[in-house]
């Protein structure tokens, strides 16, 4: 026999074509408690089963695509790879703070990923193209490490009250982690371009070091620590 | 993202804040370790003291320390919560005016005119 058991949901609604205000909606959903279920299953289960209007954003299911970064409780998180079991029977789900919502739980990410672009995420160098490729040191590859790995999902920067107060100046954490990223990358000749172009009094230096973007991220990124070596990477200039 | 010019001042204003900072810790760690050298400190003592030259200048950067410190950090704030343009401009004149006041009392205070 199956051991069954109820969920409380308390979810954002937002369609703007219909509805004048935003509202929560309760769902109850019975689940059987040896099945492992994840958030992201109760969702799908609640658009079958019980309502179809209800939108979100997901593809991978485990983790790899970022699509899913919602928030669960007040806190982002990735609904794939957050098990029911980890969270309390009553469970409150809200899109992204800080961006403009679509609809549901579908936020208009354009302006993370205007901050992610400005960074110049993508090699730099102007040497004479090798042969073959451009070699690095074990060491030197190892300082990509706690980078590289980001997927973009915008829990951390959606997190950042710095981003909800600047999110036109201010590139956020996901954002910076990459500039970091480029930063100590052996293979690119542009750091101090890459320093001059973050050092206004927005684009990296209004991170307070507030730290939630370390709390949320679930690839357990550090981004301010990425952020403290910008700024020290700048001290070392001239 | 047209509203960034490219411009070092935040840089500057970062290091400005960590130096000013330091420089207002060590200073009155200088004047705790004064009051606590001398048991029986009065009127006089303090008195020759900041009649001191070097005194009254090093006493003179504390306050442009704390000063500019200050600023720094009231225009993060006011760039952070204040989203009206007449209030920003009208808290930054008020905070400017309070500045430039201390600043003029402070030469005042450790000078001594009359
Ligand atoms: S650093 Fe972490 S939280 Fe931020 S976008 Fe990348 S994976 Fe998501
Ligand atoms: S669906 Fe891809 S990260 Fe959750």
Redesign the interface.
């Known amino acids: 026999m199956a051991k069954v058991n109820k969920l409380e949901f308390s979810i954002y609604r937002y369609n703007p074509d219909d509805d004048k205000s935003v509202y929560m909606q309760d769902y109850t959903l019975e689940f059987d408690i040896e099945q492992n279920l994840m958030l992201l299953g109760a969702l799908e289960r609640i658009k079958d089963e019980l309502d179809p209007t209800l939108s979100f954003r997901r593809s991978c299911r485990e983790g790899v695509c970022g699509s899913d970064a919602m928030n669960i409780n007040g806190k982002n998180g990735l609904a794939c790879i957050t098990p029911i079991s980890s969270l309390p029977r009553k469970i409150a789900i809200r899109p992204l703070p800080g961006l403009p919502v679509v609809r549901d739980l579908v936020v208009d990410l354009e302006i993370f990923y205007k901050q992610y672009a400005r960074v110049k995420p993508y090699l730099i160098n102007r040497q004479p193209t090798p042969k073959k490729e451009r070699l690095q040191s074990p060491e030197d590859r190892k300082k990509l490490n706690g980078h590289y790995e980001c997927i973009l999902c915008g829990a951390c920067t959606t997190a950042c009250p710095s981003f909800w107060w600047n999110p036109d100046k201010f590139v956020g954490p996901a954002g910076l982690l990459q500039a970091n990223r480029f930063i100590v990358d052996s293979r690119d000749d542009a750091e101090l371009e890459r320093l001059q172009d973050l050092q206004d009094p927005f684009s990296v230096f209004r991170c307070r070091t507030i730290m939630n973007c370390v709390e949320v991220c679930p690839k357990k990124l550090n981004p301010t620590k990425a952020i403290n070596n910008i700024k020290k990477e700048m001290l070392k200039i001239k | ?1 047209g ?9 500057i ?3 400005i804040q960590r130096l000013s900072a330091i420089y207002m810790a060590l200073y009155v760690l200088a004047i705790l370790t004064v009051i606590f050298i001398n048991k029986d400190l009065d009127f006089e003592i303090i008195q020759d003291l900041f009649s001191l030259m070097p005194v009254r200048i090093l006493t003179f950067f504390f306050i442009v320390s704390i000063l500019s410190h200050g600023w720094i950090g009231m ?2 704030i006011a ?3 204040i989203n009206n343009a007449f209030l920003r401009n009208l808290y930054f004149v008020l905070v400017m005016g309070m500045i430039l006041f201390y600043l003029v009392w402070s030469i005042e205070v450790i000078w001594g005119f009359e």
């Open positions: 993202m509203s960034i010019v490219k411009s070092n001042r935040g840089y204003e970062f290091v225009w993060i760039t952070d919560y």
